[in-house]
Structures are given as structure tokens and as C-alpha cells.
């Protein structure tokens, strides 16, 4: 009998069952571990840090850990993150660490660490995004992809390294840094992000960017980049940058930097178009007949406004186009489509990951925060994007299985409801953003069951608005890696 008792409490210990806030979260540990994401940060960061407890890498893993379940600043990874033992039994940790000790390994990164945490973030980028695929679509198919960047300014004291005085929208005086972001539109993943002083502008980091996102999408072929568009925003249309991009052979719809020469070269247009789609002709378009000699051909378009501060007279911009086939309207609709695109992504990790609220001293510091919201960034859009090709491979499978045993009525009847619900499950994961991931998807409360360090059930419950679509996508999504999805009794 004692025999039976020992064996019997040892399945126990085997066996681990426990309550978490976050066990949505807790149930993509085994998804996560299988692609791979954090082991490299292990194996290709090396942090000059004495091992106590952690490893310095796992004081980074808590980092983002911690953005995942909400932490607005680093000591709230004490109250949020260190108190739920069972979601850190699910990435494989006993306890985490005290955020005083993971400022400390923050603070002691150096300018290595930055360049380490850089290849590890471009590495996992070319092994799981899907801009790389968009790209190369647009390449076999002679299309062009859209490519968006912009600078937007981080306030800080005036103490904090790399602190200076430079453009705030909406304040004057202050100080802070500036925060460089090259984005795919259509899947919204970040290809490349830098850190600058506040003294910094747009048209001075161009190159630069511009070279970080050749690496990432491995632009390394003029071919290659002449599939792509450079969509880009007056502050970085100088001559020097539009002549950079191209002379290595981009396609280009960005607005003119000058005001001053954007109002001579529209005195050459000959004839202006309303163009506004609530046809009260506030805003108007023609093509420059005396454009502005660049390194190749291009067409240019003015666009006019009346002056809002001005009873009389307009605010001129000019578009610098190198696509000369679409015509006007064509071309003021795709760049109004920037409108906004890399506003959300910034609000979105501002709103979701509190991307504004994490502030260091150190500029280093802030280096190394700012690259790991950006892995936490592009890792919710990458399970996102795996939840929805699941879903849809599963829709795929369902129905070729039905079609070839449908025989009777009932049959077809049932595979319509079978897919009608796979496509409500993909439209509402599709309209989460990153807020809603953070505060929906990965705060579902539940049991999870771990047997020899690894997640193996999921009970959640069942009193979430939309749950059975929620089951139904981390059920696909998670069964490959031995993970069951259930909804828990009430």
C-alpha cells in the first residue's frame, strides 16, 4: 500500500495544477518555446553580469513577460508578474525576479549588448514574418509593396542620457528622444527601429533606417527594391534622400520636404482637380509642369489647401512620385492611406505595451527596453497571424473532408455552420489590435495543467463574451504542440 502511495504522489509532483489570471497567456509558453523565440536571446546575448539566480537573458524575459500582462513600468512586474507563480511555471520559471534587480541588469547592458539584442530581433524577423512573403509576391507577380516610415518623439527629463530639446507634437520646450520605426502596413510587424537624440529629424536618419530594413527584408538586389514603395512623409523628402532611394532603384510616392518650393513649383500647374471624396473641393491636385530634376524620372503633384489661418491664399505640398501609369486620384488615395498607419502602430504599443511610460536614465538602458517591446510588438502579430492561417487551414481541411463524404442534405447544412463559425472566430481575432491582445486575449483567467515543465491543458472560462471563438482559435493553434483547449465548468 505505501508502495501505491509514494508512486502515487510522485504523478503528483509530475503534475502540477493551477489557477491564473493569465492563462491564455500561459497556454502559448509551449508555441512560443517551440519556435524558438527566447532560446536565442539566451544563446546570442551576453550580458557582463554575475549569475546568482538568473541568468541576466532571463531578467530580459521577464521584461517582456511583464509587457504582456500589462506592466506600465518595470516595478510593477512586483506586483503584476512576480506574484503568479503558475504563469511562470508555464515559460518554465520557479519565480521571477525582483524589478530592482532587473533595473540593475537593464542599467549594466552595454553598446554590445544593443548591437546582440539587434541580430536576435533581425534573425527571429526573418525566420517568422510575413512582410518577407508580401515582398516576394510582389516580385513574382511585377507588384509593388508598400513600405512606411516615421519618427516619433519619446519626452524624458532633461537629465536622462540623449535628452535634448527638439520637436514634441503639441509641446514646446521640452526634452526627450526620438524613436525611428520602418513598418509593413499591410501586416503592420515592425522591420526596424532606432533610438535617437531629441535633436534629431527625420531627413537625418533616413539612410540609415533605410540600410537596417535592406538587412531585415534582404533587399540585397536592385531588383529587388524596385518591387518595393517608399512611402514617406515630407520630413524625410530631401533631395538627398529621394536621390538616395533612387539611385538604388526604390519606387517612391513621398512628399516634398521645402514648403517654399512646393508653393513655386505648383505656380507651374495647369489645371486643378477637386479631389476631396465629400466633393466640397476643399482640397486640390494637379500635375507640376516644370518638376524638379531628381536622379530619375518622376512625376510630381501638387496638392493645395486653403489656409486655415488665412482668409485668402493655400498651403502647398508636393508628392514625388516614380509610378507613371496611375493616375491622380489613384496615387493622393495611396498616400492618404499613410494617414495613420504608423500613428496606430505607435499608439497601439503605447496604449498596449506602454511604450511611452517605460523610461530609463541611461540611453543604453532605454536601447535595450525599446528593441524588447518591439520583440513583444511583432510577437503578437506573428501568434495572431498563426492563429488566423491555423483557422484557415483548418476551414481548408474541414471542408475537403466534407465534400467528399457529403452525401445528404444534413451533411452540407452542417458543414456551412462549421465554416460560417471559423469565419466569425478569424474576424474577430483579425479586428485585435495590440491593446486588446494584452488586455483580452492574454488576460483569459483559467486552470492550466503542466506535466514535466510543459503546459498540456487549458481549461478557460466559460463566462468570456465571444469565448467559443476564442477556444475554437487557441484549440487550432495550440493542438500541434500538445496543448487541449477546453471551456471549464461553471
Known amino acids: 500500500m505505501s508502495k501505491k502511495r509514494n508512486q502515487c504522489q510522485k504523478r503528483r509532483k509530475r503534475k502540477q495544477t493551477g489557477q491564473t489570471a493569465h492563462a491564455s497567456l500561459a497556454g502559448f509558453a509551449p508555441l512560443i518555446e517551440s519556435k524558438g523565440i527566447f532560446d536565442k536571446i539566451h544563446q546570442q546575448v551576453e550580458i557582463p553580469q554575475k549569475e546568482i539566480i538568473y541568468r541576466p537573458t532571463d531578467k530580459l524575459i521577464f521584461v517582456v513577460l511583464g509587457l504582456f500582462v500589462g506592466c506600465e513600468h518595470i516595478d510593477e512586474i512586483n506586483h503584476r508578474l512576480r506574484p503568479d507563480k503558475v504563469l511562470l511555471s508555464g515559460f518554465g520559471y520557479d519565480s521571477c525576479a525582483d524589478q530592482s534587480v532587473i533595473q540593475d541588469t537593464l542599467d549594466g547592458c552595454v553598446d554590445a549588448n544593443v548591437i546582440q539584442l539587434k541580430g536576435v530581433l533581425r534573425s527571429l524577423y526573418v525566420e517568422h514574418n510575413q512582410s518577407q512573403a508580401l515582398v516576394r509576391e510582389a516580385i513574382e507577380q511585377s507588384l509593388t509593396a508598400t513600405i512606411d516610415m516615421d519618427l516619433t518623439g519619446r519626452p524624458v527629463s532633461e537629465n536622462a542620457q540623449g535628452a535634448k530639446k527638439g520637436y514634441f507634437s503639441k509641446k514646446r520646450g521640452i526634452y526627450g528622444r526620438q524613436l525611428a520605426r520602418v513598418l509593413m502596413p499591410d501586416t503592420q510587424e515592425i522591420i526596424a527601429e532606432e533610438l535617437y537624440p531629441g535633436n534629431r529629424l527625420s531627413c537625418q536618419v533616413f539612410i540609415e533606417m533605410l540600410a537596417e530594413m535592406e538587412q531585415g527584408l534582404s533587399l540585397d538586389t536592385k531588383e529587388k527594391r524596385q518591387r518595393v514603395c517608399l512611402r514617406l512623409d515630407g520630413g524625410f523628402g530631401t533631395d538627398k534622400n529621394i536621390n538616395h532611394a533612387l539611385w538604388k532603384g526604390y519606387q517612391l510616392l513621398a512628399k516634398m520636404f521645402s514648403g517654399n518650393r512646393a508653393r513655386v513649383l505648383a505656380q507651374s500647374v495647369q489645371q486643378w482637380v477637386d479631389v476631396d471624396a465629400d466633393g466640397k473641393g476643399t482640397r486640390q491636385a494637379g500635375w507640376v509642369t516644370k518638376t524638379r530634376r531628381y536622379g530619375r524620372t518622376t512625376r510630381q503633384l501638387a496638392v493645395r489647401k486653403p489656409n486655415p489661418k488665412k482668409k485668402s491664399g493655400f498651403n502647398y505640398v508636393v508628392l ?60 503578437c502579430r506573428w501568434l495572431k497571424q498563426w492563429m488566423i492561417s491555423a483557422l484557415v487551414a483548418k476551414d481548408k481541411m474541414e471542408q475537403s473532408a466534407r465534400l467528399m463524404i457529403a452525401c445528404q442534405r444534413a451533411e452540407t447544412q452542417q458543414q456551412s455552420i462549421s465554416s460560417e463559425a471559423i469565419r466569425l472566430t478569424i474576424s474577430s481575432i483579425e479586428q485585435r489590435g495590440i491593446r486588446r491582445w494584452v488586455r483580452q486575449l492574454f488576460a483569459l483567467d483559467g486552470v492550466i495543467v503542466i506535466k514535466k515543465g510543459v503546459v498540456t491543458s487549458h481549461p478557460l472560462n466559460a463566462n468570456y463574451p465571444l469565448i467559443s471563438r476564442f477556444q475554437l482559435a487557441f484549440e487550432t493553434l495550440l493542438k500541434p504542440v500538445g496543448v487541449r483547449v477546453r471551456l471549464a465548468k461553471t
Not at 511604450?355 to 527596453?369: C, D, P, S, W, Y
Open 320 to 379: 514625388v512620385i516614380t509610378d507613371m501609369t496611375r493616375d491622380m486620384l489613384t496615387l493622393l488615395r495611396s498616400y492618404d492611406a499613410r494617414s495613420g498607419v504608423p500613428e496606430s502602430t505607435f499608439c497601439q504599443d503605447n496604449q498596449g505595451l506602454a511604450q511611452r511610460k517605460l523610461r530609463k536614465h541611461h540611453f543604453v538602458a532605454q536601447q535595450m527596453l525599446m528593441l524588447l517591446s518591439q520583440l513583444a510588438h511583432n510577437l
